[in-house]
């Protein structure tokens, strides 16, 4: 079993940054590829990036890339998303899973933090 | 627009047989990438409900199946309960877009 719990939400105007954490619990968080998704508020889910194990392997969402960017730090069990130049189509909640990347299942996931956009 | 199309709303009377489906195309279920799919109630995290195709994840109940063939894949719940009333989300990879796809989630409602 596998705890995830992310952190950072809030809101922030357009144009801003805000950095989202994940740290995850129970099992070896190094050993996995870790994913961000979201979920716009009455809406569906999208996927948003992944990173490998190492930080090697990593993508993203065109409706993302260049503006956000996934890390992780495995020595504090802890994923990151650098999120820049935000726009008010970025207001979601946004979960953490863990899984194995590209076609993989997502697993475990955990219970989202809401991001506002917002004037 | 999403990539992978399901309908948005399903129902059954508690008991009979529900079937959810999802249609891609030669990019994504076509070219061989596995479906998966989520169960997500309102106010929570999705959740596995079936992986690669027809698996179902310990905890999940013997009632829901998953099945996938050519650009398709089903999902079916074998007597529904009140307690499946949520949202259900198909997922996949496509290699066109060289992204994670979803459908646009299907809610299910128990009469």
């Known amino acids: 079993q596998m705890q995830l719990v992310e952190s950072g939400g809030g809101l922030v105007k357009p144009g801003g940054s805000l950095r989202l954490s994940c740290v995850g619990s129970g099992v070896n968080f190094g050993d996995y590829y870790m994913t961000w998704f979201r979920q716009p508020p009455g809406k569906g889910l999208e996927w948003v990036s992944y990173i490998n194990s190492r930080g090697r392997n990593i993508n993203y969402a065109d409706s993302v890339r260049g503006r956000f960017t996934i890390s992780r730090d495995n020595a504090k069990n802890s994923l990151y998303l650098q999120m820049d130049s935000l726009r008010v189509e970025d207001t979601a909640t946004y979960y953490c899973?863990?899984?194995?990347?590209?076609?993989?299942?997502?697993?475990?996931w955990g219970q989202g933090t809401l991001v506002i956009v917002s004037s | 627009q999403s990539v992978l199309t399901q309908p948005p709303s399903v129902s059954g009377a508690p008991g009979q047989t529900v079937t959810i489906s999802c249609t891609g195309s030669?990019?994504?279920?076509?070219?061989?990438?596995?479906v998966h799919w989520y169960q997500q109630v309102p106010g929570a995290a999705p959740r596995l409900l079936i992986s690669t195709n027809t698996n179902r994840p310990s905890g999940v109940p013997g009632r829901f199946s998953g099945s996938k063939s050519g650009t398709s894949a089903s999902l079916v719940v074998t007597g529904v309960q009140a307690e499946d009333e949520a949202d259900y989300y198909c997922q996949s990879y496509d290699s066109g877009l060289t992204a994670v796809v979803f459908g646009g989630g299907t809610k299910l409602t128990v009469l």
């Open positions: 899973a863990r899984d194995g990347g590209g076609n993989s299942e997502s697993d475990f």
């Open positions: 030669s990019s994504n279920l076509g070219a061989g990438y596995d």
